[in-house]
């Protein structure tokens, strides 16, 4: 995708992974979205998958002292890639437990909706860990999703 002329430019954040820095790791990434004409329903997709990852880091990478959390995000090949790292307790989204959606809310295990809900809202997510960083990878598509039957 060519980029546009007034497009803005990819985005580099890192701050401490408390939950009152939400806006300021989310806001500058959806101006970036923006600048590229992601639509309304993509954005709020890509909103609600970095809220969810983001607040799962705030809550459970660092449960015994302060810890940061870095985020760049950059527009390559019509995707916007969105790299969440922190220095917490490794968790691998591909090892987290299937929900299972179809069992009685109330006797549904705790845990792994998070992580099925930024699977289906995401094109593509990848986690792997290098040394004591975790690193998670959101792709989203720049263009509109195909509806099949």
Do not use: W
Not at 80 to 105: K, R
């Amino acid at each position: 995708m060519r980029k546009p002329e007034d497009a803005g430019s990819p985005v580099s954040i890192s701050l401490p992974a408390v939950i009152e820095n939400l806006p300021d790791f989310i806001g500058p990434v959806l101006s970036l979205a923006s600048a590229y004409h992601l639509d309304e329903e993509r954005k709020n997709d890509l909103e609600l998958a970095l809220e969810e990852a983001l607040v799962n880091i705030f809550r459970y990478a660092y449960p015994d002292k302060a810890g940061s959390v870095g985020l760049t995000c950059r527009v390559e090949a019509g995707h916007l890639i969105t790299l969440i790292e922190d220095e917490g307790l490794p968790f691998s989204v591909a090892s987290a437990s299937t929900t299972d959606l179809a069992a009685d809310i109330v006797k549904r295990k705790i845990g792994g909706l998070g992580i099925h809900l930024i699977k289906s809202l995401m094109d593509d997510v990848r986690y792997r860990r290098d040394g004591n960083r975790n690193l998670l990878e959101l792709t989203l598509s720049l263009h509109p999703r195909v509806v099949r039957q």
